[in-house]
């Protein structure tokens, strides 16, 4: 992993480009000066036009909501599928030369397709693909680990395990997400109960900012490593790799998934995990999957059968765990389990970078006090009874990660008791099936409204919502004032801060997407 003297070398890379490159952003962009600027840096093999060969099957390779690669959604000018540092420097230079903005890809799991695609008919843009970007190095005697942001949580999982069966790490539970994003926005799983989100566990990265310049923690300074931890991508620079701690697991640990139909109390044991749930010991993380009429409460225990049975006599004997639930494994197998729902599968799946391609909408939301059970079997009735009904989460917060203050990291969302995600997917082409999901889904939050987070309602930015709102631009630069409309809702008070760090660190705003972080206006003295 890039150590001084080479953060050093690719520091006077970029400053040879800077002094013949630089220029200021302008409303049109050249994209054949962009082009030629990017071939006297980056070899032409990695460069893919739309007039390419390559360039459908790279911008499919990593899609993963089809709504976005639709007739009518703006696709990018090229794709750099870059495979080193050097190439990223050259892309953001020659970017800001001929005014052509950037969008970063490291998984494109982007629920709302920012990363590689526009709403917006008026975007120009290329993709900066960090795929290749991922390799993995494990300091074991430090329980330490360099992670490149093309890189997938699965990935990272199994080198993890592969050095020791007693390293794990704390981020989300589906092994496809790509690194990069996903620690961007705070990084929440099975595991954060226990050792905080995935930002807390981040001690050190490499960005390429807005300038260029290749940095990590030292030189980029407190504010810009604060707003890279959980401030969402795509607003601040180019994260291309990440320095993380390695968390200690147990060689054995255990879970468990019970499903309960509605006619099997399915919706007063939920009315009671509410509470439960987020004051289980560390070492337990129950999250419950509300689908197809039945809820399924799926468990995490650092331990091995006895010691979960135990827990949940003591906890949540209404749910009726016995030993014959019990499932033991090693940890990695336990993600595994966890997103194929069995541990049959060799962790080797984990290696897959291929996911399934379905249209989707996904909605999120937080609750600070337990929900009524009148409340939750109307919901139940009304909209959980419908065909287009999605797949429900319900994932239980508090433990280490709630006893973080909220101003740590941009995610200020920790002392909620638990957090909801409405996940609407589906198969079927046609304006009638995404109408029937949308309103789904949206009628579904709506309802919600008097039982969820206020004021402003609180949604984690790794689930991107454009129904939250979208940037409009004052002069050249994103509104400040508008993008409050949808900023404070993923990051509250942590807001104006990171507005702060984008004045400081990007003030033409060069990375800009439709929820980009805007830079703060200058006090008006």
């Not at 290749?132 to 494990?138: H, K, M, Q, T, Y």
């Not at 993380?285 to 225990?301: D, E, G, I, S, T």
């Not at 909209?383 to 006893?403: K, T, V």
Request: proline share 5%; with cysteine; glycine share 8%.
């Amino acid at each position: 992993m890039a150590r001084t003297p080479i953060l050093a070398l690719h520091l006077l890379v970029a400053l040879c480009i800077l002094s013949s490159a630089r220029t200021s952003s302008s409303a049109s962009s050249d994209v054949d000066g962009f082009i030629g600027c990017l071939s006297s840096a980056i070899p032409p093999s990695l460069i893919h036009t739309p007039a390419t060969n390559s360039y459908s099957s790279l911008l499919m390779a990593s899609v993963r909501n089809l709504r976005y690669v639709l007739p009518g959604t703006t696709r990018a000018l090229l794709i750099i599928a870059v495979t080193e540092p050097a190439h990223v420097q050259a892309t953001v230079v020659c970017g800001r030369r001929h005014s052509v903005r950037i969008r970063t890809r490291s998984g494109g799991h982007d629920y709302e397709g920012l990363s590689y695609a526009s709403v917006d008919p008026d975007q120009h843009f290329a993709v900066l693909d960090l795929g290749e970007l991922r390799a993995i190095s494990i300091d074991a005697s430090r329980s330490e680990a360099w992670v490149g942001s093309g890189a997938t949580l699965g990935e990272l999982y199994y080198a993890a395990a592969a050095a020791n069966q007693t390293f794990g790490f704390p981020a989300g539970n589906c092994p496809t997400v790509g690194v990069g994003g996903h620690l961007s926005g705070g990084g929440f799983g099975a595991l954060s109960r226990k050792y905080g989100l995935s930002a807390d566990n981040v001690i050190d990265a490499v960005v390429v900012d807005a300038e260029g310049r290749l940095l990590n923690r030292s030189t980029m300074g407190k504010d810009l490593f604060w707003a890279i931890r959980g401030g969402g991508g795509e607003s601040f620079g180019v994260v291309l790799s990440w320095k993380v701690r390695l968390v200690a697991v147990p060689e054995t640990v255990t879970v468990f998934s019970i499903r309960r139909l509605r006619n099997e109390s399915a919706v007063d044991l939920i009315t009671k995990w509410q509470a439960i749930a987020p004051a289980l010991p560390r070492d337990l993380y129950l999250r419950v999957l509300v689908q197809n009429q039945q809820a399924n409460f799926v468990a995490l225990f650092l331990g091995r059968c006895g010691g979960l049975v135990d827990t949940m006599r003591g906890h949540f004997p209404d749910l009726g765990m016995t030993e014959r639930d019990c499932q033991e494994m090693s940890w990695v197998k336990s993600t595994v389990f966890f997103f194929y729902n069995t541990a049959d599968r060799p962790a080797e799946v984990l290696l897959d970078r291929r996911n399934a391609n379905y249209y989707l909408k996904v909605k999120s939301d937080h609750v600070a006090e337990p929900i009524p059970r009148q409340a939750l079997e109307s919901i139940w009735s009304k909209w959980l009874e419908q065909p287009e009904a999605a797949l429900i989460m319900l994932d239980p917060y508090g433990g280490r990660m709630g006893s973080i203050p909220a101003s740590a990291t941009p995610f200020p969302h920790r002392h909620y008791l638990y957090q909801f995600q409405f996940f609407s997917f589906w198969f079927e082409n046609g304006t009638a099936a995404l109408e029937r999901r949308l309103s789904w889904v949206r009628g579904v939050y709506e309802d919600l409204t008097p039982f969820v987070s206020k004021n402003p309602r609180a949604v984690y930015v790794n689930y991107r919502d454009l129904d939250l709102g979208t940037n409009e631009l004052e002069g050249n630069v994103t509104s400040y004032a508008k993008a409050r409309v949808w900023g404070e809702k993923y990051f509250k008070g942590n807001f104006k801060r990171l507005a702060a760090v984008k004045r400081m660190v990007d003030p033409d705003d060069f990375f800009r997407n439709e929820q980009s972080i805007p830079p703060l206006p200058a006090a008006k003295g």
